[in-house]
């Protein structure tokens, strides 16, 4: 069974970075895709970053692309995701999430189908 612990959020200033770490546990082949969506207060879930590491490929949500990059630490079993230029619009909770995902990523809106999430983490972002 795939586990998730998100950590790294806290509060910044407009253009700061943060650095968001995931650390997972569980059998790999439940875990081929991974990514991060996250919810602000009264708002719907948005996909952010997603990746197919059985494969290659990943994907950003537009408002997003350019600033965020994913990426995984294998000998870590840790997923990153490093937020550079931050905004107050990205503002949320963050939450890891994990997927079997035997075939693959083909949006980032499939992070919102995946089964496994984490506990999340708050980012907040004043102007």
């Known amino acids: 069974q795939v586990q998730l612990a998100e950590s790294g959020g806290g509060s910044v200033q407009a253009g700061g970075s943060l650095r968001l770490s995931c650390a997972a546990s569980?059998?790999?082949?439940?875990?081929?895709?991974m990514g991060w969506f996250r919810q602000a207060p009264g708002k719907e879930r948005e996909g952010v970053a997603a990746?197919?590491?059985?494969?290659?490929?990943?994907f950003y949500a537009d408002s997003v692309q350019g600033r965020f990059t994913i990426s995984q630490d294998n000998a870590k079993n840790t997923l990153y995701l490093q937020m550079n230029d931050l905004k107050p619009e990205d503002t949320a909770m963050y939450y890891c999430?994990?997927?079997?995902?035997?075939?693959?990523?083909?949006?980032?809106?499939?992070?919102?189908?995946?089964?496994?999430w984490g506990q999340g983490t708050q980012v907040t972002v004043s102007s």
């Open positions: 999430t994990a997927d079997p995902c035997l075939f693959g990523v083909f949006s980032v809106d499939n992070v919102l189908t995946f089964i496994t």
């Open positions: 990746a197919y590491f059985g494969g290659g490929g990943t």
């Open positions: 569980g059998p790999t082949y439940e875990r081929n895709c």
